[in-house]
């Protein structure tokens, strides 16, 4: 099992920037591909970014790339999303999600673990 739980959303004018952290606890960290998704009010979740298990590789979808950071640490067991430039397309309740293995990737069925989430409003 792992837990996982998000911090750092809040409200935010357009072109500034958040940082949110997920901490997570359970079973090896670093044995699982992480990533963030987010889900706008009306609209189905949809993948932000992912980190493989060791950090060094990252995938981002379109809309966020060049604006959006994605890193770990794998000895805090925690996983961020640097959120640079943002816009009112971007706010969301945004989910950290841990892989049941080495997967980094864009699937949602291949995350078996999801936090709570955390409320991102950017204002224009």
């Known amino acids: 099992q792992v837990q996982l739980v998000e911090s750092g959303g809040g409200l935010v004018q357009a072109g500034g920037s958040l940082r949110l952290t997920c901490a997570a606890s359970g079973r090896t960290f670093s044995s699982n591909g992480m990533a963030w998704f987010r889900q706008a009010p009306g609209k189905e979740r949809e993948f932000v970014a992912a980190i493989s298990r060791s950090g060094i590789s990252t995938d981002y979808a379109d809309s966020v790339k060049g604006r959006f950071t994605i890193s770990r640490d794998n000895a805090k067991s925690t996983v961020y999303l640097q959120m640079n430039s943002l816009k009112p397309l971007d706010t969301a309740v945004y989910y950290c999600?841990?892989?049941?293995?080495?997967?980094?990737?864009?699937?949602?069925?291949?995350?078996?673990?999801w936090g709570q989430g955390t409320q991102v409003t950017v204002s224009s």
């Open positions: 999600a841990a892989a049941g293995s080495a997967y980094f990737g864009g699937s949602y069925s291949q995350y078996n673990y």
